[in-house]
């Protein structure tokens, strides 16, 4: 229990205290206008208030991962709880809050036209189809995950293939119609099932007396029952990614930067939206490891069910809310990712448009972009929803990577402090470049050599930053 309520303080720490240093970095001013208000258009700048906003920032970046991702996450132990804690204050919750009062600052750009005012004309490029890609994935990915759900929670007649059509369309209509309209309107019913979720499976793990694992000298290995496919390094920071850092998050913080009335409302909305999905995590992790007994326990569970960490949420949350309990639990378990697929497509949307130039106030023009994004999504859903998984896992955390970079250039332009993203976006590099090179879907090397060169590209990086310093100074 010490474990978990200390790491709940340094959240909350976190938000109260560290956001406000970061906020001072980048510089808030109140007085001015936002691009809600100078680029209103009814469909995508909409002035909306702070807590609906906020509300709907939670819900979009709060999909699988911290579900699904951190009872994964369990597997290793304890020590997913300091990745957790620590990814989320000072490199998740940080890389949301600057994506956002970026695109406030550049007229609610989308994050792929910010990178390339600060990477260059070449990486923006790249980074258009890269993004365009990974939105599609994710919409991909939140299709499948709550059908799944879905299936399970109904009769036999309303199968999979069904519920596919049924989320399928509805992000159809989201993705299309005004942001205040649908989105605006029913999040808050998707987060008051997400809320207690997260309420009742907390109180309900101290009341039934689950031992939760506690992070020690003794406990800090890796308890993954196939610890030497899955070594902690950098398996852990890419399966936990959304209760720590994660570039989806990126994309989605533009679309709230287009109706956020004061730029005083932005470390609210960005830096606490991504605290609140900490804490989530926080939660998914602490049951996932106390459930069944422990962190070997749940490994068995995982391994009988082929990895499928829908069982182990389903089963965690009838067992612990009870029949009606635990459909209110999973409705909000089906809300996240349904409420990030949604604006996933809505992003891939605004994406594309920015490239081409293209108004999106007509609807035909908005039919005549996002048709070819859904089609593909669609055609996505018929693939294995793992190999999906796992090539969105590492593409999500690369985008991290790229955000991480931008945001350190930015700094670097505007001579403020960059120490604070310089020293995620190292540390996301070697995790990233590692992964590529170790893990099956990558080039499989030996660990010796992808840890040897995930760390030489880290240190490569770091060069290369240093000499664009002092380049850029030197003009």
């Known amino acids: 229990m010490i474990t978990f309520f200390s790491s709940l303080i340094v959240l909350l720490l976190g938000y109260f205290f560290y956001s406000r240093f970061v906020e001072r970095i980048i510089g808030v001013d109140p007085n001015r206008q936002t691009p809600a208000y100078t680029m209103t258009d009814g469909i995508d ?7 609906r906003i906020f509300l709907i920032q939670f819900l979009n970046i709060a999909g699988l991962g911290p579900i699904f991702g951190a009872v994964a996450g369990a597997m290793w132990g304890p020590v997913a709880f300091l990745w957790i804690v620590f990814g989320c204050v000072f490199a998740g919750a940080t890389h949301d809050f600057f994506s956002g009062m970026l695109s406030i600052k550049h007229k609610g750009l989308s994050i792929t036209e910010i990178i390339g005012i600060y990477l260059g004309t070449g990486v923006k490029q790249v980074m258009r189809g890269f993004i365009v890609i990974l939105m599609v994935l994710v919409g991909a990915v939140f299709i499948m995950g709550p059908a799944k759900i879905l299936a399970g ?9 069904f519920w596919i059509w049924v989320v399928f369309i509805y992000y159809v209509l989201a993705t299309m119609l005004p942001i205040d309209k649908l989105i605006g309107r029913i999040y808050p019913i998707f987060g008051f099932a997400l809320l207690f979720m997260a309420v009742g499976i ?7 007396g689950y031992q939760i694992p506690e992070l020690n000298i003794s ?3 890796n308890y993954h029952v196939n610890s030497d496919k899955f070594p902690i390094f950098p398996m852990l920071f890419i399966t936990i990614a959304c209760g720590a850092i994660s570039g989806f998050h990126a994309t989605q913080s533009p679309l709230m930067a287009r109706c956020l009335t004061n730029e005083k409302y932005g470390r609210r909305v960005f830096y606490g939206a991504m605290i609140s999905e900490g804490i989530v995590a926080l939660i998914w992790a602490a049951i996932g490891m106390s459930f069944y007994g422990g962190p070997r326990e749940l490994n068995d569970v995982m391994t009988a069910n082929q990895g499928n960490a829908a069982f182990i949420v389903n089963e965690i949350s009838n067992s612990l809310l009870g029949k009606f309990g635990g459909f209110l639990a999973l409705l909000g378990v089906v809300a996240a990712p349904i409420t990030s697929g949604d604006t ?3 992003s891939a949307r605004l994406i594309v448009a920015d490239f ?5 106030g007509p609807i035909k023009n908005r039919l005549f972009v996002s048709v070819p994004l859904f089609i593909t999504g669609y055609l996505l859903t018929l693939i294995d929803f793992s190999i999906i998984w796992r090539y969105f896992a590492w593409s999500n955390q690369t985008l991290a990577v790229i955000v991480l970079w931008t945001i350190t250039v930015y ?13 995620p976006a190292v540390f996301m590099t070697a ?7 170790f893990a099956p879907e990558g080039f499989s090397l030996s660990k010796e050599i992808s840890y040897s060169m995930g760390a030489l590209i880290s240190v490569l990086s770091i060069l290369a930053f240093f000499i664009y310093k002092r380049r850029y100074f030197a003009r």
Not at 356 to 360: F, G
């Open 202 to 208: 907390t109180i309900s793990m101290f009341v039934k």
């Open 153 to 161: 929670m109904t009769p036999d007649f309303f199968t999979m293939t």
């Open 356 to 360: 081409l130039n293209y108004k999106q």
């Open 45 to 51: 700048y909409v002035p909306m208030p702070w807590w």
């Open 411 to 423: 700094l670097v332009q505007e001579k403020k402090f960059y120490w604070v993203t310089l020293i």
């Open 431 to 437: 995790v990233t470049s590692t992964y590529l090179l």
């Open 344 to 346: 996933a497509f809505r």
């Open 219 to 221: 406990s800090i290995h």
